[in-house]
């Protein structure tokens, strides 16, 4: 059975649950800047390249992992969504990205394969937006202008993608979207690369939305985002940070109704306080996302910012007797897309 195939017996048995994130659980680990940097030949200070500690400090990784996989994750994302040449720039060591990724892979692919208890798991290569758009300009008097090309981000996802493979990733997970070009450049790497392993590669897609309207930074709504890549033929859609479960309620909603693939969601835990933390408590979070669950929204479910293990665990207990989403039949419709979803009847 290849992964696609397990995985789809598997979300069609239960809701799965996701990880949360590691960015808090590496900062609380307490690491200075020469663990940060520990091994490598970077002169540029460290701390805070959280991609970075899969290289240098891959116990803290792991023993984080091990947390999510306690918790009663069956997907385990791997913390490279800053592991991108582009990204890795601001810290000079775009020439590490090969090895960081690799790194990661391999910690959660041996987190997962060390669990003999039978319950299938699954190693998600995230991959992130980079911290370049284009859709947009970064220079206001100058619109036409972009600071990459689409080959070149072609290009950075490729080098990416190919390491997350090579340490043992089964699926790619293109994570916070919230520029949708970005998202297609992202899609292209991925098929450029299963054609050249000869292999398949699952493609899971997250959107950010930036508004309570529901529409990301490159101004798409939910139904044209799914429109617009539908086509890639993506394992799972879903929606990942922006905000609580709270607010992401409508638009999870409306996905469901619309997406014939696998739904997977990890909101923040809730909204930041006047200092950008997140108070909301994990029973909190899980009576909400527990409601996606009721009302059969949901196959996947899991924490973006702000998430702790004990999220998680609280989420996979509430949901634990909910039956996952059934997939809707696709209609024979049109379906278009620009900013807005055009559809032609058939």
């Given amino acids: 059975m290849t992964k696609r195939e397990e995985f789809e017996a598997a979300a069609a048995q239960r809701i799965l649950i996701k990880d949360g994130p590691y960015g808090t659980a590496i900062q609380q680990a307490g690491l200075t800047p020469e663990d940060y940097a520990a091994g490598t030949d970077l002169a540029q200070e460290q701390k805070g390249n959280n991609d970075l500690v899969n290289l240098t400090q891959p116990q803290v990784i792991r023993r984080i992992c091990d947390s999510y996989i306690d918790a009663g994750a069956h997907i385990l994302a791997t913390n490279t969504f800053n592991a991108n040449r582009i990204s890795q720039a601001d810290y000079g060591a775009e020439h590490l990205v090969h090895e960081i990724n690799v790194a990661a892979a391999r910690i959660i692919r041996e987190a997962v394969d060390a669990r003999n208890d039978g319950i299938a798991r699954f190693v998600a290569g995230a991959v992130g937006p980079t911290n370049k758009t284009l859709s947009l300009s970064p220079d206001v008097e100058d619109p036409g202008f972009r600071e990459v090309t689409f080959d070149e981000i072609v290009a950075v996802y490729v080098e990416q993608c190919r390491a997350l493979v090579a340490g043992g990733a089964d699926f790619i997970l293109v994570e916070t979207v919230f520029d949708t ?67 992401l309620r409508p638009h999870v909603q409306l996905l469901s109704d619309i997406a014939d693939t696998w739904l997977m969601a990890y909101p923040n835990a809730g909204l930041p306080n006047d200092l950008g933390e997140y108070d909301e408590q994990p029973e909190t979070t899980a009576s909400l996302t527990q409601v996606w669950a009721q009302n059969g929204r949901i196959n996947a479910l899991g924490g973006c910012c702000g998430s702790t293990p004990a999220h998680i665990a609280a989420m996979a207990k509430a949901v634990e007797n909910c039956a996952p989403r059934v997939l809707p039949k696709p209609d024979p419709d049109m379906h278009l897309a620009g900013l807005e979803p055009f559809t032609i009847a058939a």
């Fill in 181 to 247: 070009l970005n998202c297609k450049a992202a899609i292209m790497a991925v098929k450029q690369l299963a054609r050249e392993l000869d292999r398949d590669i699952p493609l899971m897609i997250s959107l950010t939305l930036t508004d309570l309207s529901g529409r990301n930074l490159s101004g798409h709504t939910v139904e044209a985002f799914w429109y617009t890549v539908r086509h890639a033929k993506p394992l799972t859609i879903g929606l990942n940070c922006s905000f609580g479960a709270e607010q």
